[in-house]
Each structure stands twice: as structure tokens, then as C-alpha cells.
């Protein structure tokens, strides 16, 4: 009897699984984005913590104040996946960035624009914003994923 092999991703089922997650993003403005990432990184933030729980034994009331980072530091001391660590440290790094500098940034930006005159344009604070809503969807289904296919070992 041969035993049956694990499940897997290819590239395209990756590929088709992040752009699943970036659909909910069409049409939205900037700060309706901005809004949108914060909130997916905070279920993202629950959804590890509630991992950190079941498999490591966490209490959810102990760990309510830690944020992303400490979490992702908490699960990396535990042994999970180093592939996926390092997907949570970009993840991380990037949200940091986007909560405590994108708004001030654009807000100081479309003032000096607006002064000038200038309209349109894609902004710096969008490009960075739209590079780390790509990478936190693909982290967010690289998560569901593992979690529905028992991958964590």
C-alpha cells in the first residue's frame, strides 16, 4: 500500500491565489486600500495567533497585546516553517512602514502637490502601499493554505 503524498502549490496555483485575494482591492481609492491592507494584516495577525495557540499552546488572552512582529518573533523561537518566517518578516516590515509613515507621507505630498498645481500621477506611497498589499495576500494564502493541508511540519 503506498501512502499518499502530501498536498502541494505549483507556481500558478500561487500566482491564482494572490490574485484571488487582490480582487477585493479593485476600485478602491488610496486610503480605502490603505484601510483594507491594515485590516487583512490584523486578521493575519489573529489567524497566527490562533496557530501560536493550537499548535504551541498559547493562551489567546496572553498574547493579546502582541503585535505582528512579536508574534511572527514568538513563532520563529517555536521552530515554525523558516520559509514562512521569512515571508512574515517582509510582511511585517512592510506593514510597520505603511502604519506609521504612508499616511503622513501622502497626506505631506498631496499638500506640496496641490500647491504646485500638479494633478494624477502614481505616487511613491502608492507604489510601496500596492508592493505590500501583493505581499501580504500572497502570504495570507500561503497561511490558509498550510493551515487547511496540515503543512506546518
Not at 478602491?28 to 486578521?43: K, R, V
Not at 509613515?101 to 494624477?120: F, R, S
Not at 506611497?125 to 506546518?152: S, Y
Request: proline content about 1%.
Amino acid at each position: 500500500m503506498s501512502e499518499e503524498k502530501p498536498p502541494h502549490l505549483n507556481a500558478k496555483q500561487i500566482r491564482e491565489g494572490t490574485q484571488k485575494g487582490l480582487k477585493k482591492y479593485e476600485n478602491l481609492s488610496f486610503i480605502e486600500q490603505y484601510a483594507m491592507y491594515m485590516g487583512m494584516a490584523q486578521i493575519l495577525e489573529f489567524g497566527l495567533k490562533k496557530l501560536f495557540e493550537e499548535k504551541f499552546g498559547g493562551n489567546l488572552d496572553d498574547m493579546e497585546r502582541w503585535t505582528l512582529g512579536k508574534t511572527r518573533v514568538e513563532l520563529e523561537k517555536k521552530g515554525l516553517r523558516t520559509d514562512f518566517i521569512a515571508l512574515l518578516k517582509e510582511v511585517t516590515d512592510s506593514r510597520n512602514h505603511i502604519a506609521h509613515e504612508i499616511l503622513a507621507n501622502e497626506a505631506l505630498m498631496n499638500g506640496m502637490m496641490n500647491k504646485l498645481n500638479v494633478q494624477g500621477g502614481f505616487s511613491k506611497n502608492q507604489r510601496f502601499l500596492w508592493k505590500a498589499i501583493n505581499e501580504l495576500e500572497h502570504t495570507c494564502f500561503l497561511f490558509d493554505w498550510t493551515n487547511e493541508n496540515n503543512g506546518w511540519d
